[in-house]
């Protein structure tokens, strides 16, 4: 029966870990850019935190076996319970700590002086180094869970105590899963991040006292009857019947192997299926919902078939299951084909049904590996300690180090060179080999036949660039970035999502905001580089133009849109720098006259709500000239959405000026601390240099730069009726609105 209360603490523990390193992640996203570098750095830190709690816990339950021989054998499991208790309780004080440390490391960072004589490098080992300083403590305690709950089953639940390891992953790892749908898909939306944490930590304290009471039940119970229970388990350390024959190094092996893979395809994943999914939260919800959902199936499975005994070690066995989940590995090639008969979405304009679609060919694509991995790393951890919590510590750390190197290869190394096709190949390629070479022998037909198989997967399946027969692709660690006119027009699409179009609008963008200034403009920020255009036009008035891009391939692409787009990247007023918006604003000290930014589509994407909230404008105010004008481009959404940035615009400005665009649909903002004159069509015409005046009506014919403003001019909004258009606060970075509405929208559909 007690067993049942160390499931319901590892259920709620995986939900609060997941809930934990996704609201941190977010949290550290907005202190210090939203970059690949900085999200492997925060992933990579939880990752290493696990791995040195568990190593840490297991020698140390080890110690505590052995400092209690010859005592009330209570005493062996109390203790671990009792530490177990204060960890769940530790890590409960994160849900304030972190968020206050994080807080302090970006303003320390601020004050360091010029963070531009810093440098990318040395910028991120400073912010790496103090993510790490912050969230190490709470993610050793993390890890240190699964070795001291083990070591209390150890002493109390006799035989069973073989197989804790896979008893407490599968309930970690269902939590989890509920931790993900939880929390992405209600928490966020009704709480915030930091009333999201403020929760989470509450069920972390009902653990910890929950524990605490059932050590104290547990000292009260007879010693005899705990001694009965001792009886039934392994001796410390011991491996029984085949496993001892086992190769310990080729078992520490697979479980290296089996974490790097499964993290570096999740990684893969992402890319591989946003064209399908979008690039809302939602999508990244369902997708690791389904990764972890999947492998506590095959979890479950696994402990199911083994009917409460370890099964005998059998290498060939292993073998061929290796072999298998490669094979499993291949099927998100067939998952993510455009050809498959599943309709194809349209990721800049998510629908509700979209992620239903989604869903089934993420579900198609992921099920039978994950399930696969979920019953290979249990089933092999389980082998390796036989109960034992100081070797399950170890094991579970390789495995987690793993994690923690799969990612990396796969971001930093595999995609930017080869793309998820054969990202994919290389990780499959790397469990058919651990088969024969780790875990023994397998029948030359079976590996024949699954080589066999593997190649047709390759051969006969599409990418989704596929669909561009005419296409520049280029990959970096940010992005797959596909430049293409193949359907009759140019598209720039990144990870599949339809960035930006060639339209006057992106122009507007500039000319608007410069022909309103009271003088001549001395410099110009372009936020967001797209196709180029804005900061093509940008140049046209012959001023200093800084572009800030996040995805490194974008740039380099100007040249397919724009024929003189190579010639102005050279121009000595021009300067492209590859870095967060957002962090670019904080760490450069010089002043603007005009900044722009056309934040990437669609208004709903993961991390989009940077680039519209509170804090976003307070460093945009900041980096203004006085007199100077920021336009921010909307393109439109829900009325809720366009009412909580209106409202997040007027209140970090004083004068704000809305207009909808020359095509009929979304809205100029402009906002500045001064005044923005009223002028006549003909007036702002006037003021622009002769190249701006020709870029500005480049694609249109028959209408002169005073026909465009005039277009333009006739169809301001006043600032309060956008803001009236729905009932909504000013968005900020902890209340993302735009990015969480899926109980708004269905409630509202419901009344």
């Known amino acids: 029966m007690r067993l049942r209360w160390y499931f319901a603490f590892f259920f709620l523990s995986g939900f609060c870990s997941l809930v934990y390193e996704v609201v941190w992640l977010r949290i550290a996203m907005a202190q210090f850019g939203v970059t ?3 999200v492997s750095t925060v992933l990579s830190v939880f990752m290493a935190g696990l791995a040195l709690g568990s190593r840490a ?10 400092g209690a021989a010859g005592q009330p054998d209570h005493r062996r499991f109390v203790l671990p319970l009792r530490l177990y208790a204060l960890t769940e309780l530790l890590i409960a004080t994160s849900a304030f700590v972190v968020p206050a440390m994080l807080g302090l490391g970006h303003r320390l960072l601020l004050r360091a002086g010029d963070q531009t004589a810093w440098g990318s490098p040395r910028y991120y080992l400073a912010s790496g180094s103090w993510i790490a300083l912050t969230l190490l403590p709470f993610c050793i305690c993390m890890g240190a869970t699964f070795p001291l709950a083990m070591a209390v089953i150890r002493g109390t639940a006799g035989e069973a105590s073989r197989r804790s390891f896979s008893y407490l992953y599968v309930a970690n790892v269902l939590g989890a899963a509920g931790g993900t749908l939880t929390s992405g898909f209600v928490l966020v939306e009704l709480l915030g991040f930091r009333g999201t944490l403020r929760v989470t930590a509450l069920l972390n304290v009902g653990i910890g006292v929950a524990a605490m009471v059932l050590s104290g039940m547990e000292a009260g119970s007879s010693d005899a009857a705990v001694a009965t229970a001792r009886e039934d388990s392994p001796p410390s350390g011991a491996l029984r019947g085949p496993s001892v024959a086992s190769p310990r190094a080729g078992l520490l092996a697979l479980l290296f192997i089996t974490g790097l893979v499964s993290m570096a395809m999740e990684v893969v994943w992402v890319r591989q299926f946003t064209p399908y999914l979008g690039t809302v939260v939602y999508a990244f919800a369902t997708l690791l919902a389904v990764y972890l959902a999947a492998t506590c199936l095959g979890s479950m499975t696994y402990r199911l078939a083994a009917r409460g005994e370890a099964p005998a070690w059998d290498a060939t066995g292993i073998g061929h299951a290796l072999l298998v989940a490669g094979l499993f590995g291949l099927l998100p090639l067939v998952a993510a084909d455009p050809r498959l008969p599943l309709p194809l979405i349209d990721p800049a304009n998510p629908q509700p049904h979209d992620l239903v679609v989604g869903g089934m060919r993420v579900a198609l694509g992921l099920l039978l590996f994950c399930g696969a991995i979920g019953i290979i790393t249990p ?5 390796y300690s036989s109960g034992d919590p100081d070797r399950a510590g170890t094991a579970y750390s390789v495995n987690v180090l793993g994690c923690i190197v799969g990612p990396l290869l796969a971001s930093l190394v595999l995609l930017p060179a080869v793309g998820e096709r054969w990202s994919i190949a290389v990780l499959a390629l790397l469990l058919f080999a651990a088969g024969p070479l780790v875990a023994g022998r397998v029948k030359t037909g079976a590996l024949a036949g699954t080589g066999a198989v593997a190649l047709v997967l390759l051969l006969a399946t599409q990418d989704y660039a596929d669909l561009y027969p005419h296409r520049i692709v280029r990959r970096d660690y940010e992005a797959s970035v ?13 990870n599949g999502v339809g960035i930006t179009a060639l339209t006057p609008i992106t122009k507007m963008m500039v000319h608007l905001p410069m022909a ?6 001395r410099s110009v920020l372009v936020l967001c580089f797209g196709m180029g255009t804005s900061f093509r036009s940008a140049l046209s008035w012959g001023v200093p133009t800084t572009a800030v891009e996040l995805v490194p391939s974008v740039p380099a692409l100007i040249g397919f849109y724009h024929a003189d787009g190579p010639r102005l990247l050279e121009s000595p007023l021009a300067r492209v720098v590859i870095d967060d918006a957002r962090r670019f604003l904080e760490r450069s000290p010089a002043q603007y006259d005009i900044i722009t930014i056309d934040p990437p589509p669609p208004v709903e994407a993961a991390g989009s709500s940077f680039l519209y909230s509170r804090e976003f404008y307070a460093l945009t105010r900041a980096r203004l000239r006085p007199g100077g004008i920021l336009q921010q481009w909307f393109p439109g959404g829900e009325a809720v959405t366009l009412a909580s940035v209106a409202r997040s615009v007027t209140e970090s400005f004083p004068h704000v000026r809305v207009f909808q665009s020359i095509e009929g649909w979304g809205f100029h903002f402009l906002a500045s601390d001064s005044p923005i004159a009223e002028a006549s069509a003909s007036t702002l015409a006037g003021r622009l240099p002769a190249r701006a005046s020709s870029d500005l009506v480049e694609w ?12 333009v001019l006739e169809q301001e909004v006043a600032p309060e009726r956008v803001e009236a258009v729905a009932a909504a606060p000013a968005l900020e970075d902890d209340r993302p609105i735009n990015e969480y509405y899926l109980l708004r929208r269905v409630f509202q559909a419901g009344e």
């Open 482 to 494: 596909i430049a293409t006119d193949s359907n009759g027009r140019k598209e720039l699409l990144v």
């Open 379 to 383: 089933m092999i951890v389980d082998h």
């Open 57 to 66: 816990a297991g020698r140390l339950t080890g110690r505590i076996d052995t």
């Open 516 to 521: 309103f200034l009271g003088s001549p403009p």
């Open 36 to 38: 690949t570098p900085l």
């Open 700 to 711: 249109w014919q028959n209408i002169d730069p005073e026909t465009a403003f005039g277009k």
